[in-house]
């Protein structure tokens, strides 16, 4: 990602798995170089927590080991924060 | 791509399915309410993988396939006007009108343009100082912000021949008039992971609760999905009903506050017309009276512009998860994407085109007798 600036609006170019595009980060004012963001019509509109990613990743595959030893759920980890 | 790839992973897409198979004892009916998720379920072929007791309908998020065949009209009225410059999102050129669609205004010597983003029409707008351009608004939430920053930004520029169709739509009142239909089957939501990512889910909460349905908000790659079907089936299994988030990657409870504020800003929620279902109370935005200059229905006289429905298509009770694009006489026949009869088969996001695209029409005739017999 890279930064600019265009008719006073905050821009960013964007790699989309090779493709660059520029976009519009009014909305994720704090992106910073080599974050992912998420892109509609132009803009990003939301940031994407690697964290959670990689959490939600590792819970999913580990899924089955955890049904098999019956382990409680549904508040297992990966998804924290989830219902409220 | 990164946040892509992984939640496609056929291995993990397994063992979900057999969690699901594991949970459920007893028949439910999800609702995915967008366009985007439906277009995954139909092109990875989730529904197929589902536990016969699980079944899935497809929601009215889809933007295109929403937009009311009057506003259809008035952009096309608009468009022909000498000294006009039209932009649209690509999706919009296709859909049918009362007469014809906005290719056939392009083909008739119509400047109709397709935009990637609304700033592009600004660009446009200065590059021809005496044209006047105007821009299709349409969508949910997801694209308000977008729209909105269009506007803010032609009045910061004083950009004066500019101006928005707006036609802009929003999730929450759609799913409470689904569940107060008398012909509703829907008993789990899996929420729009878009639409959230903007505004966060709080206002999904009074509805799970005061409709006791579950609503999980969901991603669009199918691990997405598949666990989204889990949370939503597992409620349904214990008998809650909560808002619950799949999507945390993308999507926290207060969403984007930033373009919220812009929403805000520029719009203000109204009374909408959805195709196929009809006038929802406070289901859209119009523009704020400060905005009216930049108001193309004010400016170009075309309010009062109606239109009615072809009798033949069902895109709307598709829309409000009461049928699926089989049940349409029409569909694969005299309807397809070539030659579509309704919304849902325009757009890329539409049931019907999605069920098109992918093969669907063909297995048709093979799925009817058991669908058939689920119902007996």
Known sequence: ?84 | MKYVDEYRDHAVAQKLIAEIKRTVTRPWVLMEVCGGQTHSIVKYGLDCLLPKEVELVHGPGCPVCVTPLEMIDRAHVISRKPGVIFCSFGDMLRVPGSNGDLFQVKAEGGDVRIVYSPLDCLRIAQANPNKNVVFFAIGFETTAPANAMAVWQARAQNIRNFSVLVSHVIVPPSITGILQSPYNRVQAFLGPGHVCAVMGYREYEPIASRYRVPIVITGFEPLDLLEGTLKAVRQLEQGRAEVENQYVRAVDQRGNEAAQKMIVRVFAIADRSWRGIGIIPKSGYKLNYEFRDYDAERIFEVANIQAREPAVCISGQVLKGLKKPPDCPAFGGECTPQTPLGATMVSAEGACAAYYNYGRHLIAVETAPQSAEAKA
């Open chain 1, 1 to 84: 990602m890279a930064f600019h600036e265009r008719d006073g609006v905050r821009m960013g170019k964007i790699d989309f798995g090779g493709i660059s595009r520029d976009a519009c980060l009014e909305y994720i004012p704090d992106a910073a170089l080599g974050d992912y963001v998420m892109v509609h019509v132009g803009f990003a509109i939301s940031r994407v927590d690697a964290e959670e990613a990689a959490r939600t990743y590792k819970y999913l595959t580990e899924m089955n080991q955890l049904g098999e030893i019956e382990a409680p759920e549904p508040e297992l980890g990966g998804t924290a924060g989830n219902s409220t």
